[in-house]
């Protein structure tokens, strides 16, 4: 159609047409990815934020499991020098000779020594069993050394003050009460003593070259 | 005067024609201009929002880094609190029975006489020598006071009258703990010890 056929209703359309093409074909091809962008990115950034809000609440939790852990170790500290020997299975043969000593040239002296000193009169024998002879089956995170039964004779008051003291002992010792029997000041009590120890460190690796001994073979 | 117009309409047309397509060029650009000026909108605050993102992620990712340092932390504390526990579990445990022997004494008529007391963790037995009746029943009366150390107190025979009044007997005496006294235990202790070699 040449323009001189071109008439205004013609030009009225044309103009619509390309109005509506241009919005519609800028909207959607631009406007539309670019609400959608900062939609998700308005998204990440809600997420982001209310990550970053749990921040006091994290810190604070931080604090109290470090609190935590410190208290933790200042006691543990404390209770391994007062009442642990320095034992540790790092070297898992010296350790068990460390064992050895701490049983049969320690303890066993340390023990027996002490009823008398808290003012009971220990009319039992204390006997400590014999330590393990294999390293690599030790329990080296802890140990029980059942000890045995104690009689000691002494007033009432004595007596359990001497439960008590086992409190004060320099080792790890749990008390089991047994019978009560015969008149004050001349009671006798019977109870059985437990050790227990907690070795110092991890333990390193077991020793190839070490096992257990084996029974005789019969004749 | 009277003004007439003799031009054929054709002529009209084509001034018609080129204002209205005037118009609609100045409403194509006005469109184009306002779909310009809205993207160059979107496009700042996109790029604004991209500068906030990338700063509160980062911020974010310390928080879950921190998140990682209290996980971290809080594993260390089972194991030590164990150790704590059981040493202080059995510190406290020492100091069990001497506490209800006393409280036993507390509430122990001083006219009887024990002859053994033997304890079992959720019971007393209690062998007694009473001189007479009245005692045993003073005795019991106070037991039976022990609300906060005793949940029961069974004594098990007093003697009848056989020809005289009995002069001292002896009875026993079940109590029933309030509070049951259990020995602790340490989760990581091992199993059985070598044979010869007890628990080690």
Known sequence: ?219 | MLKINLLPTYIFEKRKVRRTAMMFGVLLLGVAVGMLAWYSVLAAKQRDLTVQVADMEAKANEVKALEAQVASEKAKSPTLQGKVGFIENVMNYNLEYPKLYEDLAKYTYSRIMYRSVEPSGTQLKIGATARSVGDCGRYLLNMYRATHVFSSVTIDSVPGWSGSIPRGFDFSVTCNLVKPIAAPTYAGAGGPGQPGVPAI
Request: net charge positive.
């Open chain 1, 1 to 219: 159609m040449g323009a001189s056929k071109l008439k205004t209703i013609h030009v009225i359309i044309i103009g619509c047409l390309a109005s509506i093409l241009v919005g519609v074909g800028t909207y959607f091809l631009v406007i539309k990815k670019m609400n959608e962008s900062i939609a998700g990115l308005n998204g990440r950034l809600a997420t982001a934020t209310e990550e970053f809000n749990k921040r006091p609440r994290v810190l604070a939790d931080l604090e109290a499991a470090k609190q935590l852990n410190r208290t933790l170790e200042i006691k543990y500290a404390k209770y391994l020098r007062a009442k642990m020997p320095p034992i540790s299975f790092q070297d898992r043969a010296l350790g068990m000779i460390a064992l050895w000593k701490e049983e049969v040239e320690t303890l066993g002296p340390l023990i027996r020594r002490w009823p008398e000193s808290t003012g009971v009169t220990m009319t039992s024998s204390v006997a400590i069993p014999s330590p393990p002879v294999d390293p690599n089956a030790i329990n080296t995170a802890f140990i029980t050394i059942p000890v045995g039964s104690f009689t000691v004779v002494g007033d009432f008051t004595t007596l359990l003050s001497h439960i008590r003291s086992w409190n004060k002992f320099n080792r790890l010792v749990q008390v089991d009460v047994g019978s009560l029997t015969g008149p004050s000041p001349y009671m006798t009590l019977d109870y059985t003593v437990t050790v227990y120890i907690f070795p110092r460190g991890e333990a390193g690796q077991t020793i190839p070259m070490a096992t257990a001994g084996q029974p005789g073979q019969p004749g």
